[in-house]
C-alpha cells in the first residue's frame, strides 16, 4: 500500500487531483492511499505518509516541511504546475511512485 499525501494551501484545491490520482491507480491496480491536507495538517499527516507532495501554490513551504520530510524518511517535491493545472492525476501519481523508488 502507497501512501500519498499532497499538501495545498486550504486543502481543498487539490481535491479534484486526488480523485483523478485514485482513479488511475485503480486503473492500473496500484493500492494507494491518497489524500490532501490543509498547510497546517502536514506536520501531523506526514508521519502517516511514504511520499508529500507540495502543490506549487506552496513551494515556498517546501523548505519548511523537507527537515522533517528527511528525518522520517520520506520524499517530498512539489507537484509539477502544468500536471497541477491540467489535473493530471496520471502525471502525479507516477511522480509519487518515482519518489518512492518504485515503478508502476
Known sequence: MKRILLACSAGMSTSLLVSKMKEVAEQKEIEAE?????QDKVMTEMKKADV???G???????????PIAQEQG????VID???YG??????VLKLAINLMGENE
Open 34 to 38: 491518497i489524500w490532501a491536507v490543509a
Open 52 to 54: 508529500l507532495l507540495i
Open 56 to 66: 506549487p501554490q506552496m513551494r515556498f513551504m517546501k523548505r519548511k516541511f523537507e
Open 74 to 77: 520520506i520524499p517530498l517535491e
Open 81 to 83: 504546475p502544468i500536471a
Open 86 to 91: 491540467r489535473i493530471d492525476g496520471e502525471a
